[in-house]
């Protein structure tokens, strides 16, 4: 019997294009409109620090951008969070804020 010929989904050498990155959605946190988009793993480059958690998000991590809805700070206003982080924000007590160091536990 012969093989079945699967055709490839048609894929772009372009990672940064909307294929890598999910919808934006808007949510509330902390009484404020925030921008939240979903990064794949393929558009995740770099290490950032999640502010739920204060651990790294390493490169090649789906994970959660976040900014405010308003526009204002700009690019310095992004903040990178684990989507699990994400989804508890609301539920998290005060953040034990890290030492030069490293993290606290």
């Not at 990672?15 to 921008?35: H, I, M, Q, S």
């Not at 793993?41 to 502010?51: E, F, I, L, V």
């Not at 790294?56 to 959660?64: G, L, M, S």
């Not at 989804?87 to 993290?103: C, F, I, L, Q, V």
Request: include cysteine.
């Amino acid at each position: 019997m012969g093989r079945k010929h699967r055709r490839r989904p048609d894929v772009s050498g372009d990672l940064n294009g909307p294929a890598a990155y999910g919808a934006r959605r808007v949510e509330d946190f902390g009484g404020e409109d925030w921008v939240v988009q979903t990064i794949t793993g393929s558009a995740s480059t770099k290490t950032y620090r999640c502010p739920g958690c204060d651990q790294e998000i390493r490169p090649a991590t789906p994970h959660v951008v976040a900014y405010p809805a308003d526009g204002l700070g700009g690019v310095e206003a992004r903040r990178h969070w684990h989507s699990a982080c994400w989804s508890s924000r609301n539920n998290r007590g005060p953040r034990t804020m890290r030492s030069s160091r490293g993290p606290r536990y």
